[in-house]
């Protein structure tokens, strides 16, 4: 089992910064890991993922040149820097973590095992 739980979230104006970090726990193994989110009303969307050895890393077309997915094996931890954010970022962005995805699948939220709770992005025009 791998248990997960992001922070970082809040409210930032349009063009500002963000930080979410996603915490892993447990005896569990993940392979890859991913960022998703959530605007209300829209269907579940892929951001980012990344490898266990960071050698291989994905970014939605939305996001990319602005967001940078990394993560830190000491602290079991991923990040999602967001840069130069946009009103249609807002949304629950959520972390999981799958132990095998194929990687041409790894934008596909039903490959992911386990997720966390979420946390709000906030962005003001």
């Known amino acids: 089992q791998v248990q997960l739980a992001e922070s970082g979230g809040g409210l930032e104006q349009a063009g500002g910064s963000l930080r979410l970090s996603c915490s892993a726990s447990?005896?569990?193994?993940?392979?890859?890991m991913g960022w998703f989110r959530q605007a209300p009303g829209k269907e579940l969307e892929f951001v980012a993922a990344?490898?266990?050895?960071?050698?291989?890393?994905y970014y939605a077309d939305s996001v990319k040149g602005r967001f940078t997915i990394s993560r830190d094996y000491a602290k079991n931890t991923v990040y999602l820097q967001m840069n130069k954010l946009k009103p249609d970022d807002a949304a629950v962005y959520s972390c999981?973590?799958?132990?095998?995805?194929?990687?041409?699948?790894?934008?596909?939220?039903?490959?992911?095992?386990?997720w966390g709770q979420g946390t709000q992005v906030t962005v003001s025009s």
């Open positions: 999981a973590a799958a132990s095998t995805v194929d990687q041409w699948r790894v934008s596909e939220p039903q490959q992911y095992e386990y």
């Open positions: 990344i490898s266990w050895k960071g050698s291989n890393i």
């Open positions: 447990g005896d569990g193994f993940a392979s890859i």
